[in-house]
């Protein structure tokens, strides 16, 4: 089992910087791909970027990609995700999740955070 707890969300204005992350507990983080999802209101969940066990091969949705910056630093068992030149559109509930694969598909993440809020507004 795996304890995920997400920080960093807040309120800031469009064109800021935000790094949100995702601290694990329970078994190391260190064997799981690392994922970031979010989910704004009455949207599906949707997926952000990933980032193998490894921390080489990341992948990122294509609105994210120049953008958001995902790392992993196994030796704090920690995971984040730097985001730059946010927007409006980005305010979302991110949730950091762990996978035996790197996917971007929700349903092969088995652990998972419970989200910290992300509004860009001005």
Not at 67 to 91: C, G, H, W
Not at 104 to 117: C, I, P, R, V
């Amino acid at each position: 089992q795996v304890q995920l707890v997400e920080s960093g969300g807040g309120l800031v204005q469009p064109g800021d910087s935000l790094r949100l992350s995702c601290a694990a507990s329970g078994r190391t983080f260190r064997g799981y791909a690392g994922g970031w999802f979010r989910q704004a209101p009455g949207k599906e969940r949707e997926f952000v970027a990933a980032i193998p066990s490894s921390g080489i091969s990341t992948r990122y949705a294509d609105p994210m990609k120049g953008r958001f910056t995902i790392s992993r630093d196994n030796a704090k068992n920690t995971v984040y995700l730097q985001m730059t030149s946010l927007k409006p559109e980005d305010t979302a509930v991110y949730y950091c999740a762990a996978s035996n694969w790197l996917t971007d598909s929700a349903g092969a993440y088995a652990f998972w955070g419970q989200g910290t809020q992300v509004t860009v507004s001005s």
